[in-house]
C-alpha cells in the first residue's frame, strides 16, 4: 500500500468516526422511521415485499455473510454473487438493512483493502470476502472452521441449531427472544469447541473476537433478537415476507449506536485461556 493510499484511507477513517458521532446524535434527536417504511419507496424490500427468494445455484458465489447471502439469494445482489461493485453492495446494504451510510462505506472499504481492491472502481465475487482471519475467522457461530471447511459459504447446520436452541428470551407474545447474554455464552461455548477440535490451527484475536461480537450482534440490533426471523436469515439465508429492520432510527444503525451492544456481547465472553494466561475478553 502506497503512503498516499495510507494517508487517504486514515482520513477517510477520521472523517467516518467524526461524521458517525454527528449521525448518531441526529438519531437521538429525530423521530424513528415509520414501521413499513424503514426501506425506502422504490428499494427492494419496501413494505416488508422482497423480491423472490431463489435458493443459489451450482455456480454461484456465496460467503460466510448470511446477511449478504441473503441479499443474493433475493435477487438484491446479483443472483450469482459475481462482479459486485463496492459501491453497490454499499448502497444495497443501507437501504436493506437500515445500517447507517457511515458503516455502509467502511466495511466494504475495509474489505476492498483487505482484496487490495479499489472500493470505488473495483468489483469482487461474494466468496472473495471470506479471505481466511481478515474478516472470517475461527470459532465462528454459523461456519465451522476455515480449516475443517475451505468453503465459508456451507451453512454449519448443527452450529445454527446450537444457537437456535439457546435463545432463553421471550418477546411479548411469548416467541422466543435471543439475547445478548445468549449470544455471549454462545460464542463462549463456540470458542471452546473450535479449540478443542481444531487444536492444531485455531487461532482468534482481540480484533477477530470483535468481529465475531459485532457479527453476532446484529442478530439482537437488525433482527431485533426475533428468533422466527433470525431462523430465516441463518438456515435459508432468506428475508422472511414483510420483514423489515429492527432500527429504525432515521440515519440507520450508527456504529456509535451498535457499539453499546457490541461491547455488551463482548464482555460477556470468557475466552478459552491459552497455556498459562487467563481468560480475556
Ligand atoms: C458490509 C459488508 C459486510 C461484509 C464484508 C461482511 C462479512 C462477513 C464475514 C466475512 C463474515 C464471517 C465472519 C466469521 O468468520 O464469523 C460475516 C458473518 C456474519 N455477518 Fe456479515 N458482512 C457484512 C454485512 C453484514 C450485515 C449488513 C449483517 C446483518 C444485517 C451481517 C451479519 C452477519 C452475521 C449474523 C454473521 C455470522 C456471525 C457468526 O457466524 O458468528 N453482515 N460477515
Excluded at 441479499?71 to 454473487?81: Q, R, S, T, V, Y
Excluded at 460477556?268 to 487467563?278: D, F, L
Aim: with cysteine; net charge positive; proline share 5%.
Amino acid at each position: 500500500m502506497g503512503i498516499i493510499h495510507f494517508i487517504g484511507n486514515v482520513l477517510l477513517n477520521i472523517y467516518i468516526f467524526s461524521w458517525d458521532t454527528v449521525l448518531t446524535l441526529f438519531n437521538l434527536i429525530l423521530p424513528n422511521k415509520a414501521v413499513g417504511k424503514i426501506t425506502p419507496k422504490g428499494h427492494p424490500g419496501f413494505g416488508g415485499k422482497w423480491p423472490e427468494y431463489v435458493r443459489r445455484k451450482d455456480g454461484d458465489s456465496r460467503c460466510s455473510c448470511p446477511a449478504l447471502n441473503a441479499m443474493a439469494n433475493h435477487g438484491i445482489l446479483p443472483h450469482d454473487g459475481r462482479n459486485i461493485k463496492f459501491t453497490e453492495m454499499s448502497q444495497k446494504i443501507r437501504t436493506t438493512y437500515n445500517f447507517s451510510s457511515t458503516f455502509c462505506l467502511f466495511v466494504p472499504n475495509y474489505a476492498a483493502g483487505y482484496l487490495k481492491k479499489s472500493y470505488r472502481k473495483d468489483t469482487f465475487d461474494l466468496q472473495d470476502l471470506d479471505l481466511h482471519n481478515a474478516i472470517e475467522h475461527d470459532g465462528s457461530l454459523v461456519r465451522e472452521d476455515f480449516y475443517n471447511c475451505p468453503d465459508q459459504s456451507i451453512i454449519a447446520v448443527p452450529l445454527v441449531e446450537q444457537l437456535v436452541a439457546c435463545a432463553s428470551g421471550k418477546d411479548a407474545d411469548g416467541k422466543p427472544l435471543l439475547t445478548a447474554k445468549d449470544l455471549s455464552q454462545a460464542l463462549t461455548q463456540r470458542r471452546v469447541d473450535a479449540k478443542a477440535t481444531n487444536p492444531n490451527h485455531f487461532s482468534t484475536s482481540l480484533v477477530h473476537r470483535t468481529f465475531g461480537s459485532a457479527n453476532a450482534s446484529t442478530l439482537l440490533t437488525i433482527f431485533g433478537g426475533r428468533m422466527d426471523d433470525i431462523r430465516s436469515l441463518l438456515f435459508d439465508e432468506r428475508l422472511p415476507d414483510r420483514w423489515e429492520s429492527r432500527v429504525r432510527s432515521q440515519f440507520g444503525l450508527t456504529f456509535g449506536a451498535f457499539n453499546s451492544t457490541v461491547i455488551k456481547v463482548q464482555f460477556g465472553v470468557k475466552n478459552p485461556p491459552s497455556k498459562g494466561q487467563p481468560e480475556q475478553a
